[in-house]
Protein backbone atom coordinates (compact mmCIF):
# COMPACT_ATOMS: atom_id res chain seq x y z
CA UNK A 1 0.00 0.00 0.00
CA UNK A 2 1.35 3.55 -0.67
CA UNK A 3 2.31 6.01 1.96
CA UNK A 4 0.36 9.06 0.44
CA UNK A 5 1.73 11.36 2.94
CA UNK A 6 3.64 13.14 0.54
CA UNK A 7 0.66 14.14 -1.47
CA UNK A 8 -1.38 15.61 1.36
CA UNK A 9 -4.76 15.51 2.28
CA UNK A 10 -8.33 16.22 0.00
CA UNK A 11 -9.57 19.79 0.84
CA UNK A 12 -12.91 19.87 1.27
CA UNK A 13 -14.65 21.22 -2.21
CA UNK A 14 -18.30 22.35 -1.72
CA UNK A 15 -18.75 22.85 -5.55
CA UNK A 16 -18.95 19.36 -6.29
CA UNK A 17 -22.24 19.09 -6.21
CA UNK A 18 -25.41 19.57 -9.40
CA UNK A 19 -27.19 17.69 -11.52
CA UNK A 20 -25.99 13.99 -12.44
CA UNK A 21 -22.92 14.18 -15.26
CA UNK A 22 -22.98 10.21 -15.23
CA UNK A 23 -26.23 8.19 -14.09
CA UNK A 24 -26.34 3.99 -14.13
CA UNK A 25 -29.70 2.84 -14.44
CA UNK A 26 -29.79 -1.30 -13.62
CA UNK A 27 -26.34 -2.15 -14.83
CA UNK A 28 -26.05 -6.09 -15.21
CA UNK A 29 -23.35 -7.98 -16.82
CA UNK A 30 -23.01 -11.55 -17.92
CA UNK A 31 -20.52 -13.63 -19.22
CA UNK A 32 -22.62 -16.39 -20.54
CA UNK A 33 -24.26 -17.97 -17.37
CA UNK A 34 -21.67 -16.34 -14.63
CA UNK A 35 -23.32 -12.77 -13.73
CA UNK A 36 -21.02 -10.22 -12.98
CA UNK A 37 -22.39 -7.30 -12.02
CA UNK A 38 -26.15 -7.62 -10.66
CA UNK A 39 -28.15 -4.46 -11.39
CA UNK A 40 -25.67 -1.13 -10.27
CA UNK A 41 -27.54 2.06 -9.65
CA UNK A 42 -25.40 5.21 -9.06
CA UNK A 43 -25.48 9.01 -9.77
CA UNK A 44 -22.58 11.26 -10.31
CA UNK A 45 -21.93 14.73 -10.46
CA UNK A 46 -19.38 16.84 -11.98
CA UNK A 47 -16.47 17.51 -9.99
CA UNK A 48 -16.86 14.34 -7.82
CA UNK A 49 -13.98 11.89 -7.07
CA UNK A 50 -15.15 8.52 -6.64
CA UNK A 51 -13.13 5.56 -5.64
CA UNK A 52 -14.35 1.81 -5.93
CA UNK A 53 -12.71 -0.69 -3.77
CA UNK A 54 -13.79 -4.25 -2.59
CA UNK A 55 -12.25 -7.75 -3.18
CA UNK A 56 -10.78 -9.10 -6.71
CA UNK A 57 -13.56 -10.34 -8.54
CA UNK A 58 -16.12 -7.68 -7.16
CA UNK A 59 -17.26 -6.24 -10.78
CA UNK A 60 -15.19 -3.28 -10.27
CA UNK A 61 -13.20 -3.53 -13.53
CA UNK A 62 -16.25 -4.51 -15.29
CA UNK A 63 -18.28 -2.09 -13.95
CA UNK A 64 -15.77 0.71 -15.61
CA UNK A 65 -15.94 -1.25 -19.12
CA UNK A 66 -19.56 -1.05 -18.99
CA UNK A 67 -19.89 2.60 -18.25
CA UNK A 68 -17.18 2.94 -21.81
CA UNK A 69 -18.75 0.19 -23.36
CA UNK A 70 -15.95 -1.50 -23.91
CA UNK A 71 -18.08 -4.17 -22.08
CA UNK A 72 -22.04 -3.42 -23.42
CA UNK A 73 -23.91 -3.92 -20.52
CA UNK A 74 -26.37 -7.13 -20.76
CA UNK A 75 -29.28 -5.19 -19.15
CA UNK A 76 -29.59 -1.32 -17.60
CA UNK A 77 -28.64 2.32 -19.33
CA UNK A 78 -25.80 4.24 -18.88
CA UNK A 79 -26.13 8.18 -19.17
CA UNK A 80 -23.15 9.92 -19.70
CA UNK A 81 -23.02 14.10 -20.15
CA UNK A 82 -26.80 13.73 -21.02
CA UNK A 83 -26.61 10.75 -23.52
CA UNK A 84 -27.79 7.46 -22.80
CA UNK A 85 -26.79 3.87 -23.89
CA UNK A 86 -29.50 1.15 -23.67
CA UNK A 87 -28.67 -2.25 -22.87
CA UNK A 88 -30.20 -4.78 -26.35
CA UNK A 89 -30.24 -1.45 -28.04
CA UNK A 90 -28.36 -0.39 -31.16
CA UNK A 91 -25.48 2.27 -30.62
CA UNK A 92 -25.76 5.33 -32.86
CA UNK A 93 -21.87 6.36 -34.23
CA UNK A 94 -22.71 9.31 -32.64
CA UNK A 95 -23.54 8.53 -29.26
CA UNK A 96 -20.49 5.59 -29.11
CA UNK A 97 -18.34 9.08 -30.23
CA UNK A 98 -19.84 11.07 -27.79
CA UNK A 99 -19.23 8.35 -25.32
CA UNK A 100 -15.47 8.01 -26.59
CA UNK A 101 -14.76 11.64 -26.17
CA UNK A 102 -16.36 12.00 -22.82
CA UNK A 103 -14.73 9.20 -20.82
CA UNK A 104 -10.78 9.07 -20.64
CA UNK A 105 -9.77 5.63 -19.90
CA UNK A 106 -6.59 4.54 -17.80
CA UNK A 107 -5.82 0.95 -17.67
CA UNK A 108 -3.71 -1.34 -15.27
CA UNK A 109 -1.02 -2.17 -18.26
CA UNK A 110 -0.02 1.24 -20.31
CA UNK A 111 -1.21 -0.29 -23.74
CA UNK A 112 1.15 2.91 -25.06
CA UNK A 113 2.28 1.98 -29.08
CA UNK A 114 6.10 0.82 -28.43
CA UNK A 115 6.90 1.80 -32.22
CA UNK A 116 5.75 5.52 -31.74
CA UNK A 117 7.66 7.84 -29.77
CA UNK A 118 6.15 9.35 -26.16
CA UNK A 119 4.85 12.07 -28.03
CA UNK A 120 3.45 10.28 -31.11
CA UNK A 121 1.78 8.05 -28.24
CA UNK A 122 -0.24 11.10 -26.95
CA UNK A 123 -1.05 13.07 -30.67
CA UNK A 124 -2.00 10.19 -32.27
CA UNK A 125 -5.76 9.77 -30.74
CA UNK A 126 -6.19 13.67 -30.79
CA UNK A 127 -5.50 13.46 -34.58
CA UNK A 128 -7.71 10.45 -35.07
CA UNK A 129 -9.95 11.02 -32.62
CA UNK A 130 -10.13 14.71 -32.52
CA UNK A 131 -9.53 16.03 -36.07
CA UNK A 132 -6.59 17.75 -35.08
CA UNK A 133 -3.96 18.58 -36.93
CA UNK A 134 -0.62 17.37 -36.34
CA UNK A 135 0.60 21.00 -34.70
CA UNK A 136 -1.42 21.12 -32.17
CA UNK A 137 -1.76 18.14 -31.42
CA UNK A 138 1.49 18.28 -30.52
CA UNK A 139 1.27 21.70 -28.64
CA UNK A 140 -1.15 19.95 -26.52
CA UNK A 141 0.64 16.57 -26.21
CA UNK A 142 3.96 18.82 -24.99
CA UNK A 143 1.46 20.85 -22.33
CA UNK A 144 0.51 17.81 -20.74
CA UNK A 145 3.75 16.01 -20.76
CA UNK A 146 5.15 19.16 -18.59
CA UNK A 147 1.65 18.85 -16.00
CA UNK A 148 3.56 15.22 -15.50
CA UNK A 149 6.87 16.27 -15.73
CA UNK A 150 7.87 14.40 -18.44
CA UNK A 151 8.28 16.38 -21.57
CA UNK A 152 11.95 15.52 -21.74
CA UNK A 153 10.91 12.21 -22.32
CA UNK A 154 8.67 13.69 -25.41
CA UNK A 155 11.28 11.85 -28.11
CA UNK A 156 12.24 8.79 -26.46
CA UNK A 157 10.12 5.18 -26.96
CA UNK A 158 7.91 4.19 -24.06
CA UNK A 159 11.10 1.25 -23.46
CA UNK A 160 13.28 3.88 -22.30
CA UNK A 161 10.63 5.26 -19.95
CA UNK A 162 10.00 3.58 -15.94
CA UNK A 163 6.77 1.92 -15.52
CA UNK A 164 5.78 5.22 -13.71
CA UNK A 165 6.40 7.11 -16.54
CA UNK A 166 4.68 4.79 -19.01
CA UNK A 167 1.59 4.99 -16.90
CA UNK A 168 1.80 8.90 -16.68
CA UNK A 169 2.13 8.99 -20.53
CA UNK A 170 -1.51 6.97 -20.69
CA UNK A 171 -2.77 9.71 -18.57
CA UNK A 172 -1.53 12.55 -20.46
CA UNK A 173 -3.08 10.48 -23.90
CA UNK A 174 -6.33 9.71 -21.96
CA UNK A 175 -6.55 14.04 -21.18
CA UNK A 176 -5.51 14.98 -24.21
CA UNK A 177 -8.93 14.23 -25.28
CA UNK A 178 -10.05 16.54 -22.98
CA UNK A 179 -12.80 14.18 -21.26
CA UNK A 180 -15.26 14.72 -19.11
CA UNK A 181 -14.95 12.28 -16.92
CA UNK A 182 -11.95 10.19 -16.06
CA UNK A 183 -11.98 6.48 -15.29
CA UNK A 184 -8.89 4.66 -13.64
CA UNK A 185 -8.76 1.13 -13.76
CA UNK A 186 -6.04 0.25 -10.19
CA UNK A 187 -3.70 2.22 -12.06
CA UNK A 188 -1.32 1.64 -9.52
CA UNK A 189 -1.35 -2.23 -9.37
CA UNK A 190 1.58 -3.17 -11.42
CA UNK A 191 4.01 -0.66 -9.94
CA UNK A 192 6.00 -0.51 -7.11
CA UNK A 193 4.94 1.81 -4.29
CA UNK A 194 7.30 4.65 -4.76
CA UNK A 195 6.89 4.69 -8.52
CA UNK A 196 3.05 4.33 -7.94
CA UNK A 197 3.18 7.50 -5.76
CA UNK A 198 4.04 9.07 -8.96
CA UNK A 199 0.88 8.41 -10.28
CA UNK A 200 -0.91 8.89 -7.44
CA UNK A 201 0.27 12.25 -7.15
CA UNK A 202 -0.28 13.49 -11.06
CA UNK A 203 -4.26 11.95 -10.25
CA UNK A 204 -4.51 14.23 -7.01
CA UNK A 205 -3.34 16.87 -8.21
CA UNK A 206 -6.54 16.44 -11.23
CA UNK A 207 -8.85 15.80 -8.13
CA UNK A 208 -8.00 19.10 -6.78
CA UNK A 209 -8.11 21.08 -10.44
CA UNK A 210 -11.73 19.78 -10.46
CA UNK A 211 -11.93 16.36 -12.31
CA UNK A 212 -14.59 14.00 -12.79
CA UNK A 213 -13.17 10.60 -11.76
CA UNK A 214 -13.98 6.92 -10.78
CA UNK A 215 -10.90 5.00 -9.38
CA UNK A 216 -11.00 1.44 -9.20
CA UNK A 217 -8.28 1.15 -6.58
CA UNK A 218 -6.71 -1.04 -3.96
CA UNK A 219 -4.87 2.26 -2.41
CA UNK A 220 -6.78 2.24 1.15
CA UNK A 221 -5.52 5.84 2.15
CA UNK A 222 -6.28 7.51 -1.70
CA UNK A 223 -9.90 6.66 -1.25
CA UNK A 224 -9.62 7.94 2.24
CA UNK A 225 -7.66 11.00 1.45
CA UNK A 226 -8.91 12.12 -2.53
CA UNK A 227 -11.90 10.71 -3.17
CA UNK A 228 -15.42 12.84 -1.88
CA UNK A 229 -17.40 9.60 -2.23
CA UNK A 230 -16.33 5.69 -1.57
CA UNK A 231 -18.15 2.21 -3.39
CA UNK A 232 -17.49 -0.96 -1.60
CA UNK A 233 -18.42 -3.73 -4.12
CA UNK A 234 -18.55 -7.54 -3.46
CA UNK A 235 -20.60 -10.05 -5.84
CA UNK A 236 -21.24 -7.61 -8.29
CA UNK A 237 -23.41 -5.40 -6.31
CA UNK A 238 -22.77 -2.09 -4.18
CA UNK A 239 -22.51 -3.36 -0.59
CA UNK A 240 -21.72 0.48 0.70
CA UNK A 241 -21.52 4.08 -0.33
CA UNK A 242 -21.24 6.68 1.30
CA UNK A 243 -18.64 10.24 2.04
CA UNK A 244 -15.21 8.97 2.23
CA UNK A 245 -14.43 9.58 5.86
CA UNK A 246 -17.69 7.45 6.87
CA UNK A 247 -17.28 4.92 4.56
CA UNK A 248 -13.65 4.03 5.29
CA UNK A 249 -13.80 4.70 9.05
CA UNK A 250 -17.45 3.93 10.10
CA UNK A 251 -18.88 1.45 7.85
CA UNK A 252 -22.56 0.55 8.86
CA UNK A 253 -21.84 -2.98 6.59
CA UNK A 254 -20.28 -6.04 8.46
CA UNK A 255 -18.66 -7.35 5.60
CA UNK A 256 -17.08 -4.08 4.73
CA UNK A 257 -15.95 -3.94 8.10
CA UNK A 258 -14.19 -7.02 7.86
CA UNK A 259 -12.51 -5.87 4.08
CA UNK A 260 -11.43 -2.92 5.84
CA UNK A 261 -9.74 -4.45 8.79
CA UNK A 262 -7.97 -7.25 6.43
CA UNK A 263 -6.55 -4.89 3.61
CA UNK A 264 -5.47 -2.45 6.21
CA UNK A 265 -3.57 -4.92 8.41
CA UNK A 266 -1.72 -6.89 5.77
Known sequence: MTDLSAIGMKQPNTGRVGAPLMQLDGVKKSFGEHQVLCGVDLQMAAGEVLAIIGPSGSGKSTLLRCINQLEPPTEG??????????????????????????????????????????????SLAQQRVLGRNKRDADARSMQLLERVGLASKAAQYPARCSGGQQQRIAISRALALDPKIMLFDEPTSALDPEVGLEVLAVMRELADDGMTMIVVTHEMRFAENVSDRVIVMADGVILEEGASDQVMNHPRHERVAKFLSAVRDR
Open 77 to 122: SVTVDGVTIRAGQKTSRTDMNHFRRTLGMVFQSFNLFPHLTVLQNV
